[in-house]
């Protein structure tokens, strides 16, 4: 059994990471869905409330909260497959509780780009108003590396630098993903 798990800042490649995995029949968990439903089990819209019920979770339940709900998922997951990928990392708290639960198993991938390399990546997608200057996508910035995902990348097992070609970063996530456990 192995647990991937992705970490990286906005626009680093993390969601192409993901459709890599899906793309070899490899179950993703993304850690936001846990948030989703819990806005929708308190009846409100994810779309507003998101950031609000991340920040209560943490504080009702422990800054661990999100990936604590995450592990389920991510065992009923590996009912069925050998790897599994966790999208959504945050903290370095984070990581320490995927290293508890699946100790030698688990891997933490980090994903780099430089910021202006994320900018544009961003900007092609359109999710984000980047605005000039990439302003938008520094206060994202920020606001992830306050949770500690700072922390987290530089916890990293394997850091891959996604700055060339998406066809190079998708063969280099593939050969991760398929590669035999050290
Ligand atoms: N090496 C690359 N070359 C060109 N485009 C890329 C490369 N890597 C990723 N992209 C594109 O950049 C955009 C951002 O990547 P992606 O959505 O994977 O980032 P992310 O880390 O999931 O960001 P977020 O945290 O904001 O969801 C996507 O449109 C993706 O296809």
Not at 72 to 99: H, K, M, Q, Y
Request: with cysteine; hydrophobic share 40%.
């Amino acid at each position: 059994m192995r647990v991937i798990g992705t970490v990286g800042l906005p626009g680093s490649g993390k969601g192409e990471a993901a459709t890599v995995a899906r793309e070899l029949g490899i179950p993703v968990v993304t850690m936001g869905d846990v948030i989703r439903a819990e806005c929708r089990r308190r009846g409100l819209d994810p779309a507003d409330h998101h950031g609000e019920i991340a920040q209560r979770l943490r504080e009702e339940e422990g800054v661990t909260a999100i990936a604590e709900r995450s592990l389920p998922l991510v065992e009923e997951a590996l009912n069925d497959a050998g790897t599994v990928l966790v999208d959504g990392i945050r903290s370095d708290v984070e990581v320490e509780r995927f290293e508890e639960r699946f100790g030698e198993d688990f891997t933490l991938v980090a994903v780099t780009a430089p910021f202006d390399l994320r900018v544009e990546r961003v900007g092609v997608r359109g999710r984000d108003n980047v605005g000039d200057g990439g302003e938008a996508l520094e206060a994202r910035d920020e606001r992830e590396l306050g949770f500690g995902m700072g922390a987290a990348i530089d916890r990293a097992d394997v850091t891959v630098e996604n700055t060339g070609t998406l066809a190079a970063f998708r063969r280099r996530v593939r050969s991760i993903l398929e590669g035999e456990r050290a």
